[in-house]
């Protein structure tokens, strides 16, 4: 039996790289998943499903619009009956030296990064703060403690998560519910892949563990923070880097 | 509605949310001081009472919420 049996998660940006990761692995620790996702990916979600024996159920959700999201969100409640685990993961990126960086690659990055955990974040408080119970993980990045230069937005955004989470992890503590953020180090996924080959060698030449991380570091470490395990962890930043920020 | 209705519907909601007696719910019962709400509580009730009544409550008219008495007042208005 799995640590997560019975549990029901929405995890955000899950179709693909690390939040794809993170809705296999909650899902073979026995919770039921709702994959949110730009469009609908019907067949990962049934694949996921009969692989894992839990309900995985796909849905198409712009997560930095406030009307989109408080209307997906009340279907997934309302599919799934309620919601203990919640997973902000989503995130985009637009990188450019500053100087050269645009308004819309600024706005872009922070509404999909930042406004979307407060939005996700918003649309299940009521149902966790009622059942007295619940864990919300967010998706930071060591680039939102460290710096990354042509990241400004990015960086801006993941530092962002960083302080709301400080923040509400101290406004629902008396209701049980806990809210820690993971920072992800250099983890090999479509959108690092994106990343200048001299960048990713600097990265990977400067971690301690000696490797390039898995998507399935960080799920697992999601996994941990969403059990009942990690009951006494609230308002945390856990590096999965490798030891890149030790 | 009347005014009893009212208190009544008010008294069920607060019952469920706060998890007191409904005989310890009185029309001077205060929210912080008698019925132990705390500023989450006080969100909760609101939201709760916004549902039941199908009004809308402003955080404006909600700060003013300190007895029974006063959100009975104000369903009262609102529901005229």
């Known amino acids: 039996m799995g640590k997560l049996t019975g549990k029901k998660a929405i995890v955000t940006g899950a179709s693909r790289g690390i939040g794809l990761a993170i809705a296999t692995k909650l899902a073979s620790e026995g919770a039921?998943?709702?994959?949110?996702?730009?469009?609908?990916?019907?067949?990962?979600?049934?694949?996921?499903?009969?692989?894992?024996?839990?309900?995985?159920?796909?849905?198409?959700?712009?997560?930095?619009?406030?009307?989109?999201?408080?209307?997906?969100?009340?279907?997934?409640?309302?599919?799934?009956?309620?919601?203990?685990?919640?997973?902000?993961?989503?995130?985009?990126?637009?990188?450019?030296?500053?100087?050269?960086?645009?308004?819309?690659?600024?706005?872009?990055?922070?509404?999909?990064?930042?406004?979307?955990?407060?939005?996700?974040?918003?649309?299940?408080?009521?149902?966790?703060?009622?059942?007295?119970?619940?864990?919300i993980v967010n998706i930071s990045s060591i680039n939102a403690l460290r710096g990354q230069a042509g990241q400004a937005n990015y960086a801006a955004a993941k530092a962002g998560i960083i302080g709301m989470t400080r923040s509400n992890a101290r406004e629902f503590a008396s209701r049980g519910i806990t809210v820690n953020a993971i920072a992800p180090g250099f983890i090999g996924t479509d959108m690092t892949a994106a990343m200048d080959d001299a960048t990713k060698e600097k990265y990977a030449a400067q971690i301690p563990l000696g490797r390039i991380g898995k998507p399935e570091d960080v799920a697992n470490a999601v996994a941990f923070l969403a059990s009942d395990d990690a009951c006494y962890i609230t308002g945390q930043i856990l590096g999965v880097d490798g030891g890149l920020n030790a | 509605m009347t005014q009893e209705e009212i208190?009544?519907?008010?008294?069920?909601?607060?019952?469920?949310?706060?998890?007191?007696?409904?005989?310890?719910?009185?029309?001077?019962?205060?929210?912080?001081?008698?019925?132990?709400?705390?500023?989450?509580?006080?969100?909760?009730?609101?939201?709760?009472l916004e549902d039941a009544f199908e009004v809308e409550i402003l955080d404006t008219d909600a700060e003013k919420f300190l007895k029974v008495s006063d959100v009975v007042a104000f369903l009262e208005e609102k529901k005229k």
């Open chain 1, 32 to 135: 039921d998943v709702a994959i949110l996702s730009t469009s609908v990916k019907e067949e990962l979600a049934a694949k996921l499903s009969a692989e894992l024996g839990v309900q995985v159920k796909s849905y198409a959700c712009n997560v930095a619009d406030s009307q989109t999201v408080q209307d997906v969100f009340k279907q997934i409640i309302a599919d799934m009956g309620t919601v203990d685990i919640l997973v902000n993961n989503a995130g985009i990126t637009r990188d450019g030296l500053l100087m050269r960086m645009k308004d819309e690659d600024f706005d872009a990055v922070i509404a999909t990064n930042l406004r979307s955990v407060f939005l996700c974040t918003r649309a299940v408080a009521r149902t966790m703060m009622g059942k007295r119970t619940g864990r």
């Open chain 2, 7 to 48: 208190f009544q519907k008010i008294t069920d909601v607060i019952v469920a949310k706060l998890e007191v007696k409904a005989e310890d719910v009185k029309m001077e019962s205060e929210f912080g001081n008698d019925l132990g709400a705390d500023s989450l509580d006080r969100v909760e009730l609101v939201m709760a």
